[in-house]
């Protein structure tokens, strides 16, 4: 699994939060996708890796300004997980 960390500048409400998510989940078969507007960040969950430009243009066009991705591994971690 993947998790990009998306720097998206623009979303003051819920429903900006909202939008974006929607925009990715249209782009992407992706497991997971949360936005913060006081982060000022969308965090995308995914079991195969992602086109950051298609990524970054999805998020664009609904007229937030996306910025620095950040791509890393990600693992689930269980409650008796160490």
């Avoid at 819920?14 to 989940?25: F, I, K, L, P, T």
Wanted: aromatic share 8%; charged share 30%; net charge positive.
């Amino acid at each position: 699994m993947w998790k990009y960390t998306v720097h998206v500048e623009g979303m003051m409400c819920g429903m900006c939060e909202s939008h974006v998510n929607d925009a990715v989940r249209k782009a992407f078969p992706v497991k997971k996708v949360t936005s913060s507007r006081s982060k000022r960040e969308t965090v995308v969950l995914s079991e195969t890796e992602l086109d950051e430009a298609a990524l970054r243009a999805a998020i664009s066009a609904t007229g937030y300004e996306a910025g620095d991705i950040r791509q890393e591994p990600w693992e689930k971690k269980g409650l008796f997980s160490r």
